[in-house]
């Protein structure tokens, strides 16, 4: 009985070392924030479709820009192009309107080691040349 009992008590020990000496208790990463604008909502084919992007992230208590990051366009959940924020978090997305209809563009930052991913998405709606 008392080999069992201290068997159960180098466990216990062993178990509260482990979770004391692990991770869990690591700094989390900032939360990232981005804003996301289309230049208009209403395009015709052929149409140049815009839209700014800018990345944000927690900087102790402010909000400072990302610079120098991937962020990920998407309409209709195909991949169109990868930007990069410049020294202000800003990106700038151009591509020419294409098949007539209702449409989402997703921009998606994809987070790394240190920022958390963030996205947003918006709809557009492109008509038939006149």
């Given at each position: 009985?008392?080999?069992?009992?201290?068997?159960?008590?180098?466990?216990?020990?062993?178990?509260?070392?482990?979770?004391?000496a692990?991770?869990?208790?690591?700094?989390?990463?900032?939360?990232?924030?981005?804003?996301?604008?289309?230049?208009?909502?209403?395009?015709?084919?052929?149409?140049?479709?815009?839209a700014?992007?800018?990345?944000?992230?927690?900087?102790?208590?402010?909000?400072?820009?990302?610079?120098?990051?991937?962020?990920?366009?998407?309409?209709?959940?195909?991949?169109?192009?990868?930007?990069?924020?410049?020294?202000?978090?800003?990106?700038?997305?151009?591509?020419?309107?294409?098949?007539?209809?209702?449409?989402?563009?997703?921009?998606?930052?994809?987070?790394?080691?240190?920022?958390?991913?963030?996205?947003?998405?918006?709809?557009?709606?492109?008509?038939?040349?006149?």
């Amino acid at each position: 009985m008392t080999s069992k009992r201290t068997a159960l008590i180098a466990i216990a020990v062993s178990l509260l070392v482990l979770m004391l000496a692990s991770p869990a208790s690591a700094k989390q990463l900032p939360v990232t924030k981005m804003t996301f604008k289309l230049g208009s909502h209403q395009f015709v084919v052929g149409d140049t479709i815009t839209a700014t992007v800018h990345v944000t992230t927690r900087d102790d208590h402010h909000w400072a820009d990302l610079p120098a990051v991937a962020v990920n366009v998407m309409v209709d959940g195909d991949w169109i192009a990868t930007v990069i924020t410049d020294p202000s978090g800003v990106a700038q997305v151009s591509l020419s309107a294409g098949a007539v209809g209702d449409h989402v563009m997703k921009i998606v930052f994809m987070g790394d080691g240190t920022h958390k991913r963030a996205q947003r998405a918006q709809g557009f709606t492109i008509a038939a040349a006149a």
